[in-house]
């Protein structure tokens, strides 16, 4: 390329917008690639580099502190959806030393309440619902027996009960015990040598206090435990 060429591209040439003066050459009008290319290894290298892990103890508290670690596990402030159980200073103390932030640790309780929590009490309605059923073997003199009654029981509630009140009954101990008594209230029932007639209005507020969806859906304990006054008011123990 001549003089007056190299001068002719120069009054023509501009540099592109955006492209920093290092990486633009001026006499040829050009971007300098091999600068752009070091620039841009060197950058990388820079990036995939590792964090520096701290020294000592106070740059490690320095470290800790600017990425949200409170000074102590006392200092998180956790709270726990629906109130189901208290943070655990425990365990507080033990994520604290793994380098856990308040946002963090919120986090765990988060996932405890979200998974742990339904498991374990799912677990734990199958056990109560295994112990229910011993009882009620015990209560009607053994498997075969309890078999039977139950599945009178079913026939009893599915013609006479609203599906949603039978479901409830069906629940717990008390409640089968109670539909067995009505079961068995259809005819006058002989108690201690004397005959105990069924109220009809009685019965009727019973089961009107039956299709209260605290009874049969929010299974509320002190409403549970008036229905179970009400049966052995009206078909004894």
């Not at 600017?66 to 655990?88: I, T």
């Not at 026939?155 to 599906?163: A, E, I, R």
């Not at 089968?176 to 005819?187: N, P, R, T």
């Amino acid at each position: 390329m001549t003089t007056q060429d190299k001068n002719l591209l120069n009054e023509t040439a501009q540099k592109p917008e955006g492209v920093p003066d290092k990486f633009w050459n001026a006499e040829t009008g050009e971007v300098r690639i091999d600068a752009l290319l070091k620039s841009y290894a060197e950058l990388e290298k820079k990036l995939s580099s590792s964090i520096p892990q701290p020294e000592d103890d106070e740059t490690r508290a320095r470290f800790l502190r600017a990425a949200g670690v409170p000074a102590s596990a006392d200092e998180y402030k956790v709270s726990v959806r629906d109130n189901l159980f208290e943070p655990d200073a425990d365990l507080n103390k033990r994520l604290h030393a793994k380098g856990f932030n308040g946002e963090q640790v919120q986090e765990v309780y988060d996932l405890a309440v979200e998974k742990m929590v339904p498991m374990i009490m799912e677990m734990a309605a199958e056990f109560q619902a295994d112990r229910e059923v011993e009882r009620l073997m015990e209560y009607f003199g053994g498997q075969d027996q309890w078999r039977e009654a139950s599945r009178q029981m079913l026939v009893f509630g599915q013609k006479n009960l609203p599906p949603q009140v039978l479901e409830g009954m069906s629940s717990s101990y008390e409640g089968i015990i109670a539909l067995y008594k009505m079961m068995q209230s259809e005819e006058p029932q002989t108690l201690g040598g004397q005959t105990k007639s069924v109220s009809s209005n009685a019965e009727k507020d019973l089961h009107s206090m039956m299709n209260d969806p605290k009874y049969w859906r929010d299974k509320d304990p002190s409403y549970i435990a008036k229905v179970t006054d009400g049966f052995k008011n009206l078909y004894g123990e």
